[in-house]
């Protein structure tokens, strides 16, 4: 375990449907955030979140929502996707937001 | 602005030195990172270097940062099947709210027994 915990670790979903990723770290973190990685793409920046207030958006559609409910939990609410937006969603935490990142496993995400 | 380069693939025999490189652009970067993804998997921080240093050494892996040319490389000594992965050169972007990391695109590592 690297203290970042992603669930599910594989998801399938239609068009039409509404599902969460969640993402939990233990390490006492101030700063979380969300990357796309796609295949032969380099990874994309989605939100970043420092001390619960969404501080970044970068040009995400709105099909994506992010909550942070607190210092530990990430939340990547999907509705409406569509299938280039299947990829790894990976979820990444640091104290402070110029440190070191630590990284969940990642959510396999297929939207069919 | 903001760019980090790799190379995309790097192929070597079991036993022998593999070294990737990386380019950065942002020469305010305190700290430049080096992560390891496997397959299925997140990223791994694998070493890190503080920007006042040119050098840094961790059992099999050495760092040397050149911040004249924004150059840093990553050098794994007697490479193994298991350090197949792949490698992202990171730095961090510092501004006024903040900072982020930088990833590069990443280094294929294929190591053949």
């Known amino acids: 375990e690297t203290g970042v915990t992603q669930t599910p670790r594989h998801l399938v979903m239609g068009m039409t449907n509404k599902k969460s990723l969640k993402c939990e770290q233990h390490l006492g973190h101030n700063a979380m955030y969300w990357y796309k990685q796609s295949a032969k793409k380099p990874l994309e920046l989605m939100f970043v979140y420092s001390l619960e207030e969404r501080v970044e958006n970068n040009s995400v559609p709105s099909r994506f929502s992010p909550e942070c409910p607190n210092s530990s939990h990430l939340f990547l609410h999907l509705h409406t996707l569509q299938p280039e937006d299947s990829a790894l969603y990976l979820c990444a935490s640091s104290q402070e937001r110029v440190a070191g990142y630590t990284f969940g496993s990642g959510t396999r995400l297929t939207v069919v | 602005g903001e760019d980090v380069e790799q190379s995309l693939f790097l192929s070597v025999r079991e036993g022998d030195s593999s070294v990737i490189n990386c380019t950065y652009t942002?020469?305010?970067?305190?700290?430049l990172y080096w992560y390891k993804q496997e397959p299925g998997a997140g990223l791994q921080l694998l070493t890190y270097?503080?920007?006042?240093?040119d050098m840094k050494q961790d059992q099999r892996l050495t760092v040397l940062l050149n911040k004249k040319d924004k150059h840093l490389s990553l050098r794994i000594a007697d490479t193994q099947t298991g350090d197949s992965a792949i490698y992202f050169c990171a730095e961090n972007l510092i501004y006024n709210q903040g900072g982020k990391l930088i990833f590069g695109q990443g280094t294929e590592l294929s190591v053949k027994p």
């Open positions: 270097i503080f920007s006042n240093m």
């Open positions: 942002d020469s305010s970067s305190t700290y």
